[in-house]
């Protein structure tokens, strides 16, 4: 598709116009007609803002029913539009990125759930993108906010999701990128008996979101963690739909290992993981009779693995995981369940984390057009080089994936190994190479 990526559709926030707003809620229309009600909301970054204001005026032109919530974690979206009644959701957020970038989600009504707009919908919306606006717009009359309503409902879930759990005892950080989880912070870890310490909460519109802290930046709360001697840290993105975490003594515990110590928690046989997943969880799942469900990048696939397959749990390293019964990643609530395992083991976040062991791997990026990543693709003089560093990697016992960004204007380099040092010049030499052929 043109607009939709992995992740809905992702850009600079300046491309977002007026008019690029209306053709997708014209798009929306044309996909489920005018009689739909739909629920907006986004995360903080300056542009979600006047993208809110947009889309309402764009669905008050065309005279559909909306409300909006203003900030709220993605999860927290899905949740609510779905328990309030509303047959769509729209959540205007770029995630991870950068403030200067910002983006579009979709969710629908599922049979039991919010899920992300199917295939259908999002071609019929890319038709709208294509198409001239013969419309003028309509100011908003009434501007429905149920920010508070819908806040309270999703901490009600988080409380009951988690059922009776007691964190008396447990000293936490968390940073929450400036982003969407600013809005909910410490108030259900705090309620259940933890001590929390918070950096990194402005729910303000702005500029913060994701800058030097959260999820794709570390450093801050490892010091946190460190200093304050805390039992660990928990670091969301700027929309909350995924969490990092970070034990005792500052190490990182991604995606990957929760998988590992929640499914082997709960005694599961089954997970889903994509094609980025440390060589390790696979060792780890092979080694107990697990099936992993290996998907391609994304978690709208990795949630149609599990439908598909009946497996209750799956995600990605990013720290994007999705839990039993849960339509999409909460960055919240799976830092809840990591932390009731603690709890109920007895064990600090670092002996958990042991149930695995992960082999050294490395990413680096090459900053690509569409074009580029097209030929990536389609170059024949790409695949030779990508068949002769996979046989080198085999020295290593390790592996090879070369994929474009679905959500950046990146090419992606990731090798797994059991010599980090091999791995660093062969990443950087392959890098090199693909360059040149680009």
């Keep these: 598709m043109k607009y939709f990526g992995t992740d809905g559709i992702r850009q600079e926030a300046s491309k977002f116009t007026p008019e690029f707003l209306f053709k997708i809620a014209r798009g929306l229309v044309d996909y489920a007609g005018d009689s739909v009600k739909v629920l907006i909301g986004g995360d903080t970054r300056e542009s ?34 779905f328990e309030m009644g509303f047959d769509f959701a729209i959540d205007v957020t770029a995630s991870h990125n950068p403030y200067t970038d910002n983006g579009i989600k979709i969710f629908e009504r599922g049979r039991t759930s919010g899920a992300k707009l199917c295939e259908e919908g999002c071609k019929v919306i890319e038709e709208s993108l294509e198409k001239p606006l013969e419309y003028e717009p309509v100011p908003t009359s009434l501007r429905e906010n149920l920010h508070d309503e819908a806040v309270s409902l999703y901490k009600e879930h988080l409380t009951n999701y988690l059922g009776e759990a007691n964190f008396a005892g447990l000293h936490l950080g968390m940073d929450c990128a400036n982003g969407a989880t600013s809005v909910i912070n410490r108030t259900v870890f705090e309620a259940l008996g933890a001590e929390v310490e918070l950096i990194n909460t402005d729910a303000s519109y702005g500029q913060k979101i994701n800058r030097d802290c959260g999820s794709t930046h570390l450093e801050q709360l490892k010091a946190l963690v460190v200093e304050k001697r805390l039992d660990f840290g928990v670091a969301f993105d700027g929309d909350g739909d995924r969490c990092l975490m970070i034990d005792k003594e500052g190490r990182e515990v991604d995606g990957d290992e929760i998988i590992a110590i929640l499914a082997n928690h709960l005694r599961l046989d089954k997970i889903a993981i994509t094609v980025m997943a440390n060589q390790g969880i696979l ?50 609530l799976t830092a809840l369940m990591v932390a009731k395992v603690m709890a109920e083991t007895k064990k600090s976040l670092h002996e958990l984390a042991q149930v695995m062991t992960k082999f050294p791997q490395v990413i680096v990026n090459l900053p690509a057009t569409p074009e580029q990543k ?65």
């Design 48 to 81: 979600s803002e006047w993208m809110i204001k947009d889309l309402e005026t764009a669905f008050e032109t065309l005279g559909v029913e909306y409300s909006t919530i203003d900030v709220l974690p993605t999860p927290g979206i899905n949740y609510c539009f």
């Design 283 to 332: 060792n780890w799942a092979k080694d107990n009779n697990i099936h992993a469900e290996i998907t391609a990048v994304g978690d709208s696939n990795v949630a149609e693995a599990m439908r598909t397959f009946d497996i209750k749990i799956g995600g990605e390293q990013s720290g994007h995981v999705i839990l039993p019964g849960e339509a999409t990643g909460d960055g919240m």
């Design 374 to 438: 097209q030929n990536l693709k389609e170059k024949d003089e790409v695949k030779k080089l990508l068949l002769e560093y996979s046989k080198k990697l085999e020295e290593v016992s390790g592996r090879l994936l070369v994929r474009p960004s679905g959500t950046e204007p990146l090419i992606r380099i990731t090798m797994w190994g059991n010599d980090e040092n091999i791995l660093q010049t062969l990443s950087s030499d392959l890098r090199d190479k693909l360059a040149d052929i680009l």
